[in-house]
């Protein structure tokens, strides 16, 4: 099944699966809040008796969900899947949103999930606000807080420090290499940066010295003509 089909089943009320095999009576009614409707909603969840390992994502691995809107809560990206899954509907303004809303919902109900328990793939983790984060490849959650533990004494951390770890994405251990070659070209840049403003502002301040010693000087030059001008006319 390719993306565009996938969105195509995911819009539907009740969405047939990786299969095609689901239908109205495998589907169990409950009621949850929804941060894109930001309400109770009804949602659907498959029976047990489906036998599928993910009731939750309409039997499609929560992974596959993630990578068709990469891994994003995004409107517009769910708008443009729409869009492009019906290519022969004159789809109004009014239909795409009510179809991309299902979807952006839907599909967040994995990036939860994701979020949450992780999979195999990329992980950002970081020791603390105001603190580096670096970006390990990972098979799962467990995976991820033990290279997380070998790596704290690197970052400041000791091993017992909380490291927070989210998923990131489903990249191999390349993309990982990737990510973590960017923030440090980042911080190198940053740092740079940073040591240019200082030299700029070194040197207005030394500009702004020479200009105020120069000023002493004549003001004390003044003080003294003064002064002798003063003692030549008593």
């Known amino acids: 099944m ?57 039997g499609y691995d929560p992974v596959s969900l993630w990578d068709l809107v990469k891994g994003s809560r995004s409107s517009s990206i769910c708008e443009d899947l729409v869009r492009s899954a019906f290519p022969n509907e004159q789809l109004t303004w009014t239909s795409v949103t009510r179809r991309a809303r299902r979807l952006q919902d839907r599909t967040g109900e994995a990036i939860s999930y994701l979020k949450k328990h992780g999979s195999k793939g990329v ?11 670096i970006y390990i490849h990972a098979k799962g959650l467990e995976d991820a807080q033990a290279i997380a533990s070998v790596l704290a004494g690197f970052f400041g951390a000791s091993m017992s420090d909380t490291c927070h770890l989210s998923y990131h994405n489903t990249g191999d251990a ?9 923030t440090a070209h980042k911080m190198v840049t940053d740092a740079e940066q940073s040591l240019r403003w200082s030299q700029e502002r070194l040197d207005k301040s030394k500009k702004a010295l020479e200009k105020s010693e120069k000023l002493a000087a004549l003001l004390r030059t003044v003080c003294s003509i003064s002064e002798e001008a003063s003692n030549a006319f008593h």
């Not at 969105?7 to 539907?12: A, C, F, G, I, T």
């Not at 993309?175 to 960017?182: D, F, P, R, T």
């Open 123 to 133: 992980w950002s983790a970081c020791w603390g606000y105001g603190t580096d984060t």
């Open 2 to 58: 390719n993306n565009l089909d996938l969105v195509v089943d995911l819009v539907r009320k009740y969405p047939k699966g990786p299969l095609g095999k689901y239908k109205k009576a495998d589907y169990n009614t409950r009621y949850r809040h929804s941060d894109v409707y930001d309400r109770s909603i009804c949602g659907y969840t498959l029976f047990d008796s489906a036998g599928s390992a993910f009731p939750k994502t309409f």
């Open 174 to 182: 390349s993309v990982a290499k990737k990510l973590n070659e960017n």
